[in-house]
């Protein structure tokens, strides 16, 4: 047996088992999306690249996904970036680290406007403490709970000139 053969009969045993391993049914719990509707229900998108699905907290018309990173059990797992399109025009980045779909921890998300959001994340929306900045130039920095600005921050207008400090309820 030459050492060639040997190679080739492990790489097909390797193609195999990932094959076997992906074929393996996923359990979603939530909706998947479907790009067509004009649902706005969270739901599981996946990216028809990698095959590896993300949790899409605000889904919209036409948007579509990419991840790239570790695809754990057909869920994106670990440091990866995540590109959402609208309509094949990328619309977000987000440099996130991932557990099972759902983007946990500090991240940076990134939208074509320019908007940046720096903080922390859990499901995959904005929790605890932040850093948003707006494309116009305004920011806020301080806590947000479910994805809105709550609890201490600070605003700045576009033009600093005026400051609006305390507790955001919005």
């Known amino acids: 047996t030459?050492?060639?053969?040997?190679?080739?009969?492990?790489?097909?045993s390797a193609v195999i088992l990932s094959k076997s391993v992906n074929a393996q049914p996923?359990?979603?719990?939530?909706?998947?999306?479907?790009?067509?509707s004009s649902d706005k229900t969270?739901?599981?998108?996946?990216?028809?690249?990698?095959?590896?699905?993300v949790w899409n907290p605000f889904p919209r018309k036409g948007e579509s996904v990419r991840w790239s990173g570790n695809c754990v059990a057909g869920f994106s797992e670990g440091e990866g970036e995540t590109i959402w399109y609208i309509n094949e025009q990328r619309s977000q980045r987000s440099l996130?680290?991932?557990r099972r779909g759902k983007s946990h921890?500090?991240?940076?998300?990134?939208?074509?406007?320019?908007?940046?959001y720096e903080g922390a994340l859990r499901n995959s929306v904005f929790e605890g403490y932040g850093h948003l900045r707006a494309a116009g130039g305004e920011e806020y920095v301080g806590m947000f709970s479910a994805g809105?600005?709550?609890?201490m921050g600070r605003m700045?207008?576009?033009?600093?000139?005026?400051?609006?400090?305390?507790?955001?309820?919005?």
């Open 2 to 12: 030459s050492l060639l053969s040997v190679y080739f009969a492990v790489a097909m």
């Open 26 to 36: 996923i359990t979603l719990d939530g909706p998947e999306c479907h790009p067509e």
């Open 42 to 53: 969270p739901c599981w998108m996946r990216d028809k690249v990698s095959g590896c699905y």
């Open 96 to 98: 996130t680290l991932d």
């Open 105 to 116: 921890g500090c991240g940076r998300l990134e939208w074509a406007n320019g908007t940046i």
């Open 148 to 151: 809105k600005m709550h609890g």
């Open 156 to 170: 700045t207008t576009l033009n600093g000139l005026q400051v609006l400090e305390g507790q955001w309820d919005m």
